[in-house]
């Protein structure tokens, strides 16, 4: 079974500071990992994903997280926040199931972030 | 907006009743997941239906079931509705999602919320 596990259930940072929300998993099998951000009354959108090949990998809003397979984290940075990040980020983890079929996410529960002027 | 929609966006009912939540997804999109976001479970998956097959099953209770339908819409069915049913339910859609679609991205609609009182 798998489960992902996000150390920080809150994060208020100022805005222009840098973050990094923490994001580590555990599965038996190789996965593939997400980033999605819920913004107020809305659905979940996707951010960035790992699949394979390099480790650090850049996604919309000037958001990247890198793929740490020996810590089994995949935390994810933005070197200057906006007010308009203010948002839950969840990290999520499917497993590679050859010839399998079940493609579920497995979400953490999720880190707000809140950003301050 | 991702393509995926879902109605009602807000349902209020009372414990016993049932409801029925519909869910469309993006055009060209065959596989539909539905999930559970509650304050003390977070984010779930509850079930994946593939061009109208069931292919995989979570944490989904007995008192709840769903459909894909030939125009490939969804409908999560809620019965004997209890107080710890009331959440956000989610629905997601993928291109595919079977037999190599794990890479696929799951875009998800604004969700239903619903409150059992």
């Known amino acids: 079974a798998q489960s992902v596990t996000q150390l920080d259930s809150q994060v208020p940072v100022f805005e222009e500071a840098p973050v990094e929300l923490r994001c580590n998993y555990s599965s038996s099998v190789s996965v593939y990992l997400f980033w999605y951000v819920q913004y107020p009354n809305q659905g979940l959108q996707l951010l960035l994903k790992y699949l394979s090949g390099s480790t650090l990998v850049k996604g919309i809003n000037g958001f990247e997280a890198e793929f740490n397979k020996s810590q089994t984290s995949f935390h994810l940075r933005k070197p200057s926040v906006h007010i308009s990040d203010t948002a839950e980020y969840f990290c999520a983890v499917s497993d590679l199931r050859s010839g399998g079929s079940n493609y579920k996410l497995t979400f953490g529960k999720g880190t707000l972030l809140t950003v301050n002027p | 907006d991702s393509g995926v929609t879902q109605t009602p966006k807000h349902l209020i009912t009372a414990t016993g009743q049932r409801v029925t939540l519909r869910c469309s997804p993006r055009?060209?999109?065959?596989?539909v997941y539905w999930y559970q976001q509650s304050l003390d479970q977070g984010l779930q998956f509850l079930i994946q239906y593939y061009n109208g097959e069931e292919r995989a099953k979570g944490n989904i209770l007995e008192r709840f079931s769903a459909q894909q339908f030939p125009d490939l819409h969804s409908e999560l069915n809620l019965s004997s509705l209890e107080l710890g049913d009331s959440a956000l339910y989610f629905c997601?859609?993928?291109?595919?999602?079977?037999?190599?679609?794990?890479?696929?991205?799951?875009?998800f609609g604004p969700g239903t919320r619903l409150t059992v009182l």
């Open positions: 055009s060209g999109d065959l596989s």
């Open positions: 997601a859609s993928s291109v595919v999602g079977s037999g190599g679609g794990v890479t696929d991205t799951q875009y």
